[in-house]
């Protein structure tokens, strides 16, 4: 048993009297085998063998899942994203991926002005509506910008009365806010 090793499906894990199989193990004939692909982790408190996953690619993005990226470019009717990680998956960034929101996603109720509600560099979490075309809504209240810089002096902008508003130069913005705006968490 070398614990932190990589195992496959179906690698030896350890011996069934020395560890207690753990999470993603069986055991089979006094063996501990791995049922996934991952890093083999001792629990010294219950003697248990598990197998953590851990995989290098970056997830699958499907229809629904939650994702948080940066707005890189604001066209008339599209805000392009960059997207960073999925929901649950922060640890497996993803990279090169970009995705829109087009200006009818952005909200539920009608949008004059794209560039009242988005701003480069605000990082923003939304849902995957089409992912063949990588495109995202941020219609739902905890959707939308989470953190936002101030256009003036690029000082992290605090929810003020519905607004955003610089605590350094006191400029006053406007975004679609996710409702977890500023709280750190997706
Ligand atoms: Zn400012």
Redesign the pocket.
Known sequence: MMEGSFVLPGDEVGSAEEFVPGDCTYAKGGVIYASTAGLVEVDPKTRSANVIPKSNAPPKLCHGDIVVGEVIDLKDSLVIVSLAFKKGYENRPLSDEEATIHISNVRNSYVKDLRHLFSLHDILKAKIIDERQMRLSTGDEDLGVIKAY?N??L?GLMRKEGKLA?P??G?VETRKTSTAYGLGVV
Request: charged letters at 10%; aromatic letters at 0%.
């Open positions: 101030c003036r002096c000082t610089c350094n130069c400029n």
